[in-house]
């Protein structure tokens, strides 16, 4: 595997009504996109941990996407907004860390934008592949 | 107990099995970790497919079942279905998504979009382990419906509902109830008689054994979840006592005081005790306590002083000492058909409304048209009382203007211009009715030739363009605009202007949005769960909408939506309790702090501190499952039944990782 092509791994985290809706969507649509990622199914941003985040990069996820409903669109209301506030906020920590900050991206999209969808992860693969592999991943194997 | 797990994998006929190799998939998934049986076949959601599924349960006495297919939002049901006939639990089979999120969007790498499909199928896996076999929440059920407003969507599906005998109570902030029709002279396409028809069912409701109506009202507080709300309704006083008022009209004569009806949008005046309308329904009066100068301040002249009404009644019918009522109504359902407002024609002061009498807004025009109203019938100009030998008909005013006002059409405007220039024609055969439009929309029944026979038989003019502004001339208003089909300016002497004003959503919609506990969109227009398969249920259970509230609509629609809306109650009428997804949060009590965060944070106030075990509990019928407090949870003290962190951290093990072997 050393000298083969570096492949990001993204978990993403996608909420029902909209994100979720719209990987679906760029499916039907055929959109195509790297295999690295694995998608796992909220009923909303709202309900994003940032344990799921940090386990998913301690367990060697290059990458954590979480995706919503556009602001307004929540279909709780204002999950999205509190997802929004949450990942602000370890993004900051992260920093602080020295942990970069975009192995973590928030990103809106709807249950209409399949296309989005598809674009927003080739444009995350393109990012952690510049990036190179998640340097937390290893160090946790026992 | 470990469980028995099952994988079945879809080829989906060459969807899944031309970018993902099933057999290897299938090899590979009966490698993992708990799994007693694991195959593919064509077509698994094809009655063949699903009988394979029940029959490996029953024979390998499966205990959990996943499914690798395309999106749980195709199948989820059909399997679950299938499971819990052979006597497994539903919740004990989950969807693994290797068709949309896999198979057709990796088509050109067979090996990668193979392992993917295995790391999806091992994740799932995971779930189901713990999946937890549930029973259906089963909700209490009252059976009457709360209807807030009274137009004509909020009174076409009370009567729906009241004759398919449920209980309705209208909740109408005005004096009387109607709407905007009300006011409305007669329809397009078929120029019906607005008045006569509205009357009708008005009676009907107010003859209805089933149906109680609060006028002067608006919802106070509510409380409760579907099946089990309480309203509570705030009526203002009506100080005239309708049982005994005969509707003389003595108190109509001496009430001192004179202010612009709102009713006929500022074309004639009325008193402090005033017909709130010309409907025969409306006949008793009405006191509007801020008009009134009973109500004055009391240290002005006359504050207290006024009792001409009450002196000039025979019947003794007027008492001023009546004060505001409050009551409580039990519903199980709560249609929102709150309408709509005209965008205040203020808002266009390059069209000079407001300042120059003779620019009115369209249901000024209707009132004029209206043979109760303050013209009785006749088409005459505000300012001189003149007949107006040419009339511009401005559409699309406030409409389609993203920069300055709504970027949305407003929908009937096209049609009520085309029918009130249609009218103004019929009944001044001399005079010249010019339209100015951006694109003409009739795009329903009867609708193009209605403004086709307009244009060719009653010689309409439509002129394409937007006015630039209208400004006082020399006895006339000058008409500034531009034909954008022959690409010349033109400037028409009128001597009446009638703006299309945009609908807006009702004053005071955002704060009733709130108390109701549904969304708006941008526009403030009530938002409906999915604009195409749940058009009429709001984000809330049990809130449904009809009408202008949702999004501007004609007569027709309107009362389509509230037909739609009383049958979708109907449906949910039909049974005696409610079913609710278990799917919802849980409080691990011996963890819980009680310190609230979760109550704030909870969208639904689906979450109430137990007062004497300070635990936070669950409203098992309220909650929908978004996990938003078990996130906010500073003690990891709730969890999503069958979405448990720990699922989800054994999920993510699998996800992150590069454990696959493909």
Partial sequence: MADSKFEPRIVGFLCHWCTYTGADLAGTTRQQYPAGIRIIHLMCSGAIDVVYVLKSLLDGADGVLIGGCHPGDCHYQTGNLKARRRIALLRSVMNTL????????????????????????????????????????????? | MEKKLGVFICWCGSNIASSVDVDKAAAEAAKLDGVVHAEN????????????????????????????????????????????????????????????????????????????????????????????????????????????????????????LANAGYDVVIIEREPAIGG????????????????????????????????????????????????????????????????????????????????????????????????????????????????????????????????????????????????RSLNEEFVGAIVMATGYDLYSPTNMPEYGAGKIPDVIDALAFERLLDPKGPTKGQVLRPSDGAVPKK?????????????????????????????????????????????S???????????????????????????????????????CLQVFTSDTLSGRQVVIEADLVVLAMAMEPKAGIRELAKKMNVTIDGDAFLSETHIKLYPVESSTKGVYLAGCGQSPKDITDTVSQALATAGKIQTMFSNET???????????????????????????????????????????????????????CPNKACELINSTSRQFLRTIGDFASRSEAV
Avoid at chain 2, 244 to 263: I, N, Q, R, S
Wanted: charged share 25%; hydrophobic share 35%; proline share 4%.
């Fill in chain 2, 578 to 632: 409610l079913i609710a997804d278990p799917l919802i949060a849980e409080v691990k009590d011996d963890v819980c702090s009680g310190c609230g965060i979760c109550i704030e944070i909870c969208p639904y106030g689906a979450r109430l501190m137990n007062e004497f075990t300070r635990i936070s509990d669950v409203n098992q019928a309220v909650c929908q499952g978004c996990g938003a407090c078990i996130a906010a």
């Fill in chain 2, 180 to 323: 905007h029709m009300s006011q409305i002279s007669q329809t397009f396409p078929y120029f019906h008689n607005v008045p006569e028809l509205l009357k009708k069912k008005i009676d009907e409701v107010n003859a209805h054994p089933r149906i109680k109506v609060y006028v002067n009202s608006e919802v106070d507080v509510l409380d409760g979840y579907v099946g089990n709300f309480n309203v509570t309704i705030k009526t203002r006083p009506a100080f005239v006592d309708s049982a005994k008022c005969t509707a003389c009209g003595k108190c109509l004569e001496v009430c001192p005081v004179k202010v612009d009806d709102e009713f006929n949008r500022g074309l004639s005046q009325r008193g402090a005790i005033f017909r709130y309308n010309q409907l025969e329904t409306a006949k008793i009066p009405v006191l509007e306590q801020g008009d009134c100068l009973h109500f004055a301040d009391s240290d002005s002249e006359d504050g207290g002083k006024c009792t001409a009404c009450v002196d000039a009644c025979p019947e003794d019918a007027i008492d001023l000492g009546t004060i």
């Fill in chain 2, 41 to 160: 076949y064509m077509y698994m959601c094809s009655d063949p497919g699903q009988q394979l599924v029940k029959d490996t349960i029953t024979e390998k006495g499966l205990d959990g079942v996943v499914v690798a297919c395309c999106s749980p939002r195709m199948h989820e049901n059909t399997f679950r279905k299938a499971a819990g006939s052979v006597g497994l639990n539903s919740y004990l089979l989950e969807i693994a998504n290797i068709r949309e999120q896999c198979s057709w969007v990796h088509q050109n790498n067979k090996p990668l979009a193979t392992a993917k499909a295995v790391s999806i199928i091992e994740g799932t896996l995971d779930k189901v382990k713990e999946n937890l076999p549930l029973e259906t929440i089963t909700i209490d059920l009252t059976k009457r419906v709360c209807v807030v407003g009274g137009g004509i969507a909020g009174i076409m599906s009370a009567l729906d």
């Fill in chain 2, 391 to 435: 009339v511009v008909f401005i559409q699309c005013v406030g409409s389609r203007d993203p920069e300055r006002h709504k970027a949305y059409c407003s929908r009937a405007c096209c049609m009520y211009t085309a029918k009130q220039a249609r009218l103004y024609r019929q009944q001044v055969e001399e005079g010249t009715a010019y339209i």
């Fill in chain 2, 437 to 475: 439009y951006m694109d003409i929309r009739s795009d329903s029944k009867d609708f193009e030739e209605f403004v086709q026979k307009g244009m060719e038989e009653e010689n309409l003019v439509y002129i394409r363009g937007r006015v630039a502004k209208v400004i006082e001339g020399d006895g």
């Fill in chain 1, 98 to 142: 020295g942990l970069d900050e975009d192995r973590v991206w928030l990103r809106w999209i709807s249950a209409s934008e399949g296309r989005l969808f598809a674009e927003t992860i080739r444009e995350y693969d393109g990012a952690l592949q510049e990036q190179g592999p998640n340097p937390l991943a290893g160090e946790w194997d026992l």
